[in-house]
């Protein structure tokens, strides 16, 4: 059963949707439209506070602790603590709400100090726990995710298909090692609008990338994704797995990555012994001693290091082999890097003049192969949001809920309140772009991944996908520039891509 506080919500939504909106920008072409969404207010009980952290076990010091929540016996121990040093602590528990493969749970335990009008007086406070031997920080109860009344800025882009004749795609710049701003991306590419897409790590996109049928990047094994045909005309939400071989002869072995450093496997998910755990993980940073890493001419210059590397043509013939790595890569070719136990195998089955050659095969949830046809682009981000017309979450198979005991990941991401991105399409077919700003006490706090999935519901979505968010959230269009307000104070970040409209 849904939670308190996303029951609240849904009616919240239900009465506030029909809310203030600006007036569209100039520029957009026939059939896209922009609606800012004004919901919810502050009110009374919002406040500043001390979080106080918590240290990881029962014994561990306290100046030093860094965990945002935990089991109730150290937050009571904690507790204990301030009190003794003349502070009126909060133990307060935070619950996990229902998702679709994790029900809903006791998630921790905080430990808080003061209710505060300002978060310089919330600081000042802070200040005075820290010379009294506990570590923390602040924050704005409002965004703790809880809220579902409290503000929120949503703004909203439509494209209706049955007007706008041009196509909604990826892009990225030059290279995929190479970051751009969405609005440097939109003037290089003459896009009317366009949104922030997949999360970046070593400065490129992470998670399965499929742009016009070919494989540019790695899968996190199971993961979320959107998969967009018809030139955005349809977006299908699902999970997907990729598993890339590399044939030398009558020996094969496991590309265990495309267009990404060799060892580090972000989001986790890989294959191949990799540490600490195969299953997903969000912003985790898995490692793996011995791969094989594919590198594309999409990625730019490859990264020289230890190993090996075989240098291929647009056949797979080999063109080179090399004791180490950081070799261009060819015209229409690849390169194979190795590291580790891999290097004695790719030196072992590549000779120049000879033939690798590389096969694909990305499965949907259902185990079904997934065509890459020109017209078919996925992006696997996440998590699911809504699937055939139905709240959908996979907090765990999305790597969403920490393995292991310290939950301040899941805490601080899941569950509280940030900005976020968004990808849907509507019941009449319209694909939508939104995103809620957040992080900006009392103009927007934004939102939770639950609370994410019940607005795409109620905007209509019938299949949704969460985008990378926080400090990354933007919706721009020609006309107007940046229409939300992101969380950064430099603006918008640079992306690894985007997903533009161009007409």
């Known amino acids: ?3 308190t506080a996303l029951t609240s919500l849904v009616a919240a939504l239900t009465v506030l949707l029909p809310a203030t909106a600006g007036a569209p920008p100039p520029g957009l072409p026939p059939g896209v439209s922009l609606t800012t969404l004004s919901l919810g207010a502050q009110d009374a009980d919002d406040h500043w506070t001390v979080h106080v952290y918590l240290p990881a076990t029962l014994d561990g010091p306290a100046a030093t602790a860094g965990t945002a929540l935990g089991p109730r016996q150290i937050a009571d121990r904690i507790a204990a603590a301030l009190r003794e040093k003349g502070f009126t602590p909060r133990v307060e528990r935070v619950d996990l709400p229902d998702f679709a493969d994790r029900p809903a749970d006791v998630l921790g335990w905080t430990v808080r100090v003061g209710r505060y009008a300002t978060s310089g007086e919330a600081s000042a406070e802070l200040t005075r726990v820290r010379a009294a031997g506990f570590a923390g920080g602040t924050r704005y109860t409002a965004q703790d995710g809880a809220d579902a009344t409290a503000p929120q800025k949503v703004h909203v882009l439509r494209v209706d298909f049955r007007e706008f004749r041009g196509t909604v795609d990826t892009e990225f710049g030059q290279a995929l090692n190479g970051p751009e701003t969405l609005t440097d991306l939109m003037a290089a590419t003459g896009a009317a609008a366009g949104i922030n897409a997949q999360w970046f790590y070593n400065r490129a996109p992470g998670g399965l990338y499929v742009k016009n049928g070919k494989l540019i990047g790695s899968a996190t094994q199971g993961r979320g994704g959107i998969k967009i045909t018809h030139g955005g005309r349809r977006v299908d939400v699902d999970a997907f797995t990729a598993r890339v071989t590399l044939r030398a002869g009558g020996a094969t072995a496991e590309i265990d990555g495309v267009n990404r450093l060799p060892g580090e496997v972000w989001n986790c998910g890989g294959v191949g012994g990799d540490q600490p755990t195969e299953k997903p993980q969000h912003d985790l940073r898995c490692i793996d001693s011995s791969e094989l890493v594919l590198f594309t001419p999409e990625w730019g210059v490859p990264p020289a290091g230890e190993g090996a590397e075989a240098v291929l043509d647009a056949d797979g013939t080999v063109l080179a082999v090399n004791t180490t790595r950081g070799a261009a ?5 690849s390169v194979v890097q190795a590291i580790g136990d891999s290097a004695a195998w790719l030196l072992g089955h590549a000779a120049p003049g000879s033939k690798l050659t590389v096969t694909e095969r990305v499965e949907d949830s259902r185990g ?13 981000v996440g998590p699911t949001l809504v699937r055939d017309g139905r709240i959908s979450v996979n907090a765990g198979a999305d790597g969403l809920i920490r393995e292991g005991a310290d ?9 509280r309140a940030n900005p976020r991105s968004m990808i849907g399409m509507d019941d009449r077919g319209r694909l939508m772009l939104v995103v809620v700003d957040g992080r900006q006490a009392g103009y927007s706090e934004g939102l939770g991944i639950a609370q994410t999935a019940e607005l795409m519901k109620r905007l209509g979505a019938v299949e949704a996908m969460n985008l990378d968010g926080g400090g990354s959230s933007v919706l721009a ?17 640079s992306l690894g891509n985007a997903i533009l409209v161009r007409p």
Do not use: C, E
């Not at 890569?329 to 070719?333: C, E, T």
């Not at 307000?485 to 430099?490: G, I, K, N």
């Open 1 to 3: 059963m849904p939670s």
């Open 477 to 493: 269009t020609s006309g107007a520039g940046i229409v939300n307000r992101p969380s950064d104070a430099t603006g918008q970040r």
């Open 329 to 333: 890569v060819p015209a229409g070719g």
């Open 368 to 380: 079904h192969r997934v065509p890459l046809t020109p017209d078919t682009t996925i992006l696997q």
């Open 407 to 415: 939950q301040t990941f899941t805490y601080n991401w899941t569950l």
